[in-house]
């Protein structure tokens, strides 16, 4: 039954993946995808990897592209299920633990999009299940396929560290403490660090330059307000306000239950990470790969309540509790999944919770207006030309589309598109997008309006909102050895 359910979400979501366009954040990937490293500026390496695998499999298709998201988020579901079972729920635990996950706002969002968030989501609810099984069997020898996971953690999202902090917390404050003595887990975390070593040595290589990228996206998330109300958006952001008092059972379950004593390390895995994304001014959604152990947990939980109840008490809170995971389907698929038309009213109740939609908007529209401006130029001055992006999404574009249309490979100072440079030889004429017009004033060069940013639907986002302008300069008074420095930016 939760294989089935599982492969039922697939289908729907391959299915609605097809819709709008590739988000921003996917056009990185999908440039880095083409340019395999043992890491990049804004992300480890997987994620890239694993692009490389799907553009192999199928092109440049959107709804290909995205097809490891939707598989992962459907296994995250099936791992809900298999938590609450190993815990000792039923059945109908089971099914409640996967529904509860499949309805998570967070899980339906990335499970449309093809982001690292992805699949680091997947990874914390893999391990969760590996600590659980762990716990029911004593046996060190799972201290191995954890820190494997661990290891693919790492190459996922550097984020898995507060994982392991909940891990380790959990194992000096539980029973576990005695199997430091093991082996098994020393092995464990041997296995973790050689996986993640090549990674390791590239940081070393270029400087830890993840550690600038993170302490500028940080500073700026603090700036304009996307870290305040962590604790208050925990309540609905992540897991739907529907499932609330699921999870909650969960947490309380595990952390004062005498039937769940076993299973305390569940509750480090939640505060732990929990303290530390608050103590640091992390995003709310940081939290979000935690909730599915909670949710099977509280599933678990509730289906021991109900069998000290009366029937027909038990019967009237299992039609509630399904009520709730109809609402919270309903509520989430509204806000997360994309279904709506553009600029319908479903869209716009999207928008108000959510603006990654929006952010698929317009990518073709603004590279075919960037292919205008180019072939407009002379054919002895567009041997000369290149593109100049302000930002990752801009940069992804022109590479992903611009080939069909004549456009050189883009050029941008933005994370890993430094280390590219900018041609051999560099170019003498430059097509600017991105830039402010107050700042392209004071570039060194001649530069003047050439066309603006727009799109057939009218959506407003980052790039028609902040940035519309597109510029030529040429004349520059700068050699580009002593400019490319000046233009490294991280976003």
């Known amino acids: 039954m939760l294989l089935a359910l599982a492969c039922l979400r697939l289908l729907l979501q391959v299915l609605l993946d097809r819709h709008y366009g590739f988000h921003r954040d996917e056009l990185a990937v999908l440039a880095d995808a083409r340019h395999l490293a043992w890491g990049y500026v804004a992300y480890p390496p997987l994620t890239p990897f694993i692009g490389r695998i799907e553009l192999a499999l199928f092109g440049t298709s959107l709804a290909g592209f995205r097809f490891f998201s939707a598989l992962a988020q459907c296994v995250a579901m099936l791992l809900a299920g298999l938590i609450a079972r190993d815990m000792g729920g039923h059945r109908g635990a089971q099914l409640v633990a996967a529904l509860a996950v499949a309805c998570m706002p ?222 919270a389907a309903v509520s989430s698929a509204a806000v997360a999944l994309p279904l709506a038309p553009v600029n319908s009213v479903g869209w716009r109740i999207s928008r108000a919770v959510q603006d990654d939609f929006a952010e698929q908007i317009g990518w073709r529209q603004l590279v075919a207006r960037v292919a205008s401006i180019y072939h407009a130029l002379p054919a002895g001055e567009r041997a000369q030309t290149g593109v100049l992006a302000g930002n990752y999404g801009e940069a992804g574009a022109i590479d992903l589309y611009g080939p069909a249309l004549g456009l050189p490979a883009a050029i941008s100072g933005v994370n890993s598109w430094w280390y590219r440079g900018y041609g051999n030889p560099p170019p003498t004429t430059l097509i600017v997008l991105g830039a402010d017009p107050k700042a392209i004033r004071k570039a060194p060069a001649d530069c003047t309006p050439a066309g603006r940013i727009s799109n057939r639907q009218g959506v407003q986002n980052e790039e028609t909102r902040y940035h519309p302008e597109i510029f030529v300069c040429r004349h520059l008074r700068i050699p580009w050895r002593r400019l490319w420095p000046k233009l490294r930016s991280f976003g």
């Not at 020898?141 to 380790?168: E, S």
């Open 106 to 327: 967070f899980s339906l969002l990335v499970g449309s999009e093809f982001m690292y968030v992805t699949f680091d989501f997947l990874w914390w609810v893999l391990l969760a299940w590996l600590v659980v099984r762990l716990l029911n069997s004593g046996n060190p020898r799972w201290w191995l396929a954890i820190g494997l996971v661990v290891g693919l953690g790492m190459l996922t999202r550097y984020t898995m560290l507060f994982c392991v902090a909940g891990l380790a917390a959990g194992v000096l404050a539980t029973p576990l403490r005695r199997q430091l003595a093991s082996a098994w887990l020393w092995g464990g975390v041997a296995l973790s660090l050689l996986l993640f070593l090549p990674n390791l040595l590239w940081q070393i290589r270029h400087d830890f330059v993840y550690l600038d990228f993170i302490r500028h996206i940080h500073a700026r998330d603090v700036r304009i307000g996307r870290a305040d109300g962590f604790f208050s958006q925990q309540l609905y952001v992540n897991a739907s306000l529907f499932t609330l008092p699921l999870w909650l059972a969960g947490l309380g379950f595990v952390m004062w239950s005498k039937d769940a004593v076993r299973y305390r390390m569940l509750a480090w895995l939640f505060l732990v990470p929990l303290a530390l994304f608050a103590l640091g001014q992390g995003r709310a959604y940081y939290m979000a790969p935690t909730y599915p152990m909670l949710l099977a947990a509280g599933a678990v939980a509730g289906e021991r309540w109900l069998a000290d109840l009366r029937p027909g008490t038990a019967r009237s809170l299992r039609i509630v509790t399904g009520v709730l995971l109809a609402m």
